[in-house]
């Protein structure tokens, strides 16, 4: 069995603060504070409150990076009914802030970042119907993006870059799958099964991301040329809120009635529960596993506009104790 001396090459080091540099299972002596410490880790992530959203509604698209930088645009905004809205707001980990509005009210699939993101189809108001149309954001103004050329209802998910993103799905259920490359919409390789609206949304990059969606536990992995099935969720994923960076890494998260699941690429596990359980998420979330926003939402009768901080779990400093 490999020693503490092993690993590290030396022993418990006795200093006056905590070290800067730390790695995951060293120890050490605070001088200071008179306590042993070690960097241990925290499995699971964890929920808490953020800013009020300006708007009240559900399926509120984002290009968000992580918790502290984060855009949204567009939705859902009456129940019932089927108003949209155009509004777009920034997040800068505490407050929202109102943006330029969208061009064309609509439930969008969104992708990119808080400085470079797309809007893209879905379905608009007024009038209430599909469109293709496509909206490119600079970090200050919105303007005209060649259209998707394929009109679907409520797109199942979106990731990717302003250059290099993919929208995936809608109502009625489809296969479809749309590349950009920062001029143009063109047809990409199918899902396995139809991805139906109100899916969780994809998340991670034109090279490598995960699509959880309808049927309830369908999962997909994105290779960057082809979908390939995987292990279905534990749990149904329609209606949620999801993140993650690559196919190995992502998160399922407010899929009624408000839990979390993490796919690490072989395994899914359970994780933090949201504190207002909901769903109707954005078709995006373009955050991460460790940082992610959930704007919005719904139960049957209510939308909501509060907003969730997801920290993901990972490596933590912790004090030996003697119990």
């Not at 296969?175 to 969780?200: C, K, L």
């Not at 949620?240 to 699941?261: C, E, H, T, V, W």
């Amino acid at each position: 069995m490999a020693t503490y001396y092993d690993i590290f090459g030396q022993k418990v080091q006795y200093l006056s603060s905590d070290p800067s540099d730390v790695q995951k299972g060293q120890v050490w002596y605070n001088s200071t504070s008179n306590t042993a410490k070690f960097q241990g880790f925290v499995a699971a992530g964890s929920f808490a409150s953020g800013g009020t959203y300006p708007v009240t509604g559900r399926q509120i698209a984002q290009a968000t990076t992580s918790a502290t930088n984060g855009l949204a645009f567009g939705g859902v905004n009456s129940v019932p009914g089927a108003g949209r809205t155009n509004a777009s707001n920034s997040y800068d980990g505490s407050t929202w802030t109102a943006t330029p509005s969208v061009p064309q009210g609509a439930n969008h699939a969104g992708f990119g970042t808080p400085t470079a993101a797309i809007a893209a189809g879905s379905n608009a108001n007024p009038p209430i119907g599909t469109f293709d149309n496509a909206y490119s954001w600079n970090g200050t103004t919105w303007s005209t993006a060649n259209p998707m050329n394929s009109y679907n209802r409520t797109n199942s998910g979106a990731f990717g870059t302003q250059t290099a993103g993919i929208v995936v799905g809608g109502e009625p259920a489809n296969t479809t799958t749309r590349e950009y490359d920062g001029t143009s919409f063109t047809a990409g390789p199918a899902t396995n099964v139809s991805m139906s609206g109100g899916t969780s949304a994809a998340g991670g990059t034109s090279t490598g991301a995960a699509l959880a969606g309808n049927p309830s536990t369908q999962f997909e992995e994105w290779t960057g040329t082809a979908w390939t099935a995987s292990t279905a969720s534990p749990t149904q994923n329609a209606y949620g809120f999801a993140a993650g960076q690559d196919s190995d890494n992502f998160i399922s998260m407010g899929n009624l009635p408000g839990g979390s699941m993490i796919w690490n690429g072989s395994a899914w596990s359970t994780d933090a529960v949201l504190s207002t359980s909901r769903g109707s998420g954005a078709p995006n979330n373009g955050s991460t596993v460790s940082s992610a926003l959930v704007v919005g939402g719904f139960t049957p009768g209510t939308n909501y506009n509060t907003t969730e901080e997801y920290t993901g779990g990972g490596p933590t400093t912790k004090t030996i104790t003697t119990s």
